[in-house]
């Protein structure tokens, strides 16, 4: 039997990756390695309208990768710039038809590939697929287990009226971005303002029905509103401390006002490893400058300074959500290279015991509590 030695793997939670809009609108096949699905669409337009993908199944392996948030995602078709033909929507039953189409792509992707993907929908299901998952990490002459699928719902645009939470839940779905851009429910980015009356429906309907609230994309307001309203849990999936982003101008990311009632509800935010999320001026110094994994390690610390602990903040990688590799940190090749960011960790002053909590643990606590129980 061949046992893990003095420097253990961790594992690995990911708590944003856009793969069915992939799926749906590019023709992704995220069962092939990253460098197999880069080689395919060299000679194609996919590159320069989305990036070089990170993801592949092949790179889940490698990096330990054991969950990761699917997300449900569409454009509404006011903020489509036309550079690709992907679906949108205008209203909101054309959303809900367009997520629905994506959800039942992880339902595909799960069926045909069982050895490779699972969809976790249940506290039951988690514990099989971790432990799975651990046994592995101690021995790796098993077989890997699958990848397993949480879905997410990045825009609420796609639940027709509030009441429809259940279908959803129904359906699969556990966690529940209000907002993108702004919508009928909150502010979002780039279009602020508070929760609506339609909103504080959404949030209580969801609270009802056990659903996680994610607050990445929603505006400074009606996030710090969702806080304060919203009696079931809350996360950031991907989103980044303000603070550290220097002259940044817009509300995408989160202020330590909003960062600190996160941590007093024991929520946990998903550190984004995009090159212009940590230094905005990246781009405009012609998005070419090699970045360091120092910058991501520097957004993990300021949380947990703030927090005075571990136990709020882990990744949120958002690979393939409109870029690629060519936008990460220098030594970001694949998501397996997400454990380069163990020794940095170290070399800052976290143990062990830190990084595995900064790496999965958080989103373990998380999916544990918050689950439906079977």
């Not at 454009?75 to 679906?87: A, F, Q, S, T």
């Not at 799975?132 to 027709?160: C, K, N, R, S």
Request: proline residues 6%; charged residues 25%.
């Amino acid at each position: 039997m061949h046992l893990k030695q003095s420097h253990p793997m961790t594992l690995i939670i990911d708590s944003h990756e856009d793969l069915a809009w992939n799926m749906v609108n590019l023709a992704r096949d995220y069962t092939r390695s990253a460098f197999e699905t880069r080689n395919l669409e060299k000679s194609g337009p996919v590159p320069a309208y989305n990036g070089n993908t990170l993801l592949g199944r092949p790179e889940y392996i490698q990096g330990k990768v054991a969950i990761v948030f699917g997300t449900l995602f569409a454009n509404p078709r006011r903020l489509d710039e036309g550079k690709y033909p992907v679906e949108n929507y205008e209203t909101p039953q054309q959303a809900h038809s367009v997520y629905r189409k994506q959800l039942d792509a992880y339902y595909r992707l799960t069926d045909s590939h069982p050895g490779d993907f699972r969809l976790i929908r249940s506290q039951a299901d988690l514990a099989v697929h971790w432990q799975a998952w651990e046994a592995y990490d101690a021995d790796e002459t098993l077989p890997a287990p699958p990848t397993g699928i949480v879905v997410l719902m990045e825009g609420a645009e796609g639940v027709v009226e509030p009441a429809e939470v259940a279908d959803w839940f129904e359906w699969g779905l556990r966690l529940i971005g209000p907002a993108w851009a702004g919508n009928r429910y909150c502010g979002g980015t780039r279009e602020p303002g508070p929760l609506t009356k339609l909103g504080r429906e959404l949030l209580d309907r969801m609270a009802d029905q056990g659903f996680i609230l994610d607050i990445s994309h929603m505006d400074h307001e009606s996030a710090r509103q969702a806080l304060d309203h919203y009696s079931g849990q809350v996360i950031a999936s991907h989103a980044n401390a303000e603070a550290l982003i220097k002259d940044i101008p817009t509300n995408r990311h989160l202020k330590d006002a909003t960062i600190h009632p996160l941590i007093e509800r024991d929520g946990v935010m998903g550190i984004v490893p995009l090159n212009g999320f940590l230094d905005w001026q990246w781009r405009s110094r012609g998005g070419r400058e090699a970045m360091s994994l120092d910058l991501i390690v520097a957004q993990i610390d300021y949380v947990c300074q703030l927090a005075g602990d571990t136990r709020h903040v882990a990744l949120g990688t958002d690979f393939d959500g409109g870029f690629g590799v060519e936008s990460v940190p220098l030594g970001l090749d694949s998501i397996a290279d997400l454990t380069k960011l163990a020794p940095l960790l170290k070399k800052k002053g976290y143990n062990q015991e830190d990084v595995a909590r900064i790496f999965s643990g958080n989103w373990h606590r998380i999916l544990q509590k918050n689950l439906p129980s079977s």
